[in-house]
């Protein structure tokens, strides 16, 4: 089976601790966490631009996988460092069918679902496409979709699994793994995703 897979890293985000420090010898109060995660602000959900929309379909000559699947739309942003839109990135994006394959059983090639987009000038891209299903066999890890982000600020190579829980309110820089909560609507499931490159 065709298959391209990552390792797996857990990033952890911590609260920074304030410490007053005295001169005069007077007691001082005790250390308290920041009111103020490190991350970005996360952005109010938008929409790309239609250049900057991906409808990925296969590629190294294969033909369009026969395994159905349910509708799925990501809508996007790409921030950088500065927690600014990273407009102008370049990004490929690969996935498996709904049976869990990046091509035919019998070969290497990949893969049914693959394409590229550029973010516009709001960092923002849209995917149109199928949700994937995790690999046909024993102890596979999530279902994911893969991306490698290059912009001239950063690059990033990550994977979208897909979380339950409300996005939180700050966004820390991206890891290995990004989960995005999905929701279903008229046509299949729907979800936002927000990408930081990193900080300086």
Not at 45 to 55: I, M, Q, R, Y
Request: glycine share 12%.
């Amino acid at each position: 089976m065709a298959r391209r897979g990552m390792g797996v890293r857990i990033v952890v985000a911590m609260l920074g601790v304030l410490v007053a420090v005295g001169c005069d010898g007077d007691p001082e109060p005790a250390a308290t966490p920041s009111a103020t995660p490190v991350g970005c602000a996360r952005p109010a959900p938008g929409t790309a631009e239609p250049a900057s929309a991906l409808v990925p379909g296969p590629t190294n000559g294969l033909a369009r996988s026969t395994a159905g699947g349910d509708a799925l739309l990501i809508e996007a942003v790409i921030l950088d460092a500065g927690c600014r839109p990273a407009g102008g990135a370049d990004l490929r994006i690969w996935h498996t069918d709904a049976r869990g394959l990046y091509g035919p059983a019998d070969s290497e090639r990949c893969c049914y679902y693959e394409g590229t987009v550029r973010t516009d000038h709001n960092g923002r891209f849209r995917l149109s496409t199928i949700r994937p299903a995790q690999y046909p066999e024993p102890n596979a890890p999530p279902a994911h979709i893969h991306l490698e982000i290059r912009h001239p600020s950063a690059s990033l190579t990550t994977q979208i699994v897909f979380g339950i829980a409300d996005p939180p309110a700050t966004v820390a820089p991206t890891g290995q793994l990004l989960p995005v909560p999905l929701r279903r609507d008229g046509t299949g499931w729907r979800g936002d995703a927000v990408f930081v490159l990193g900080f300086p």
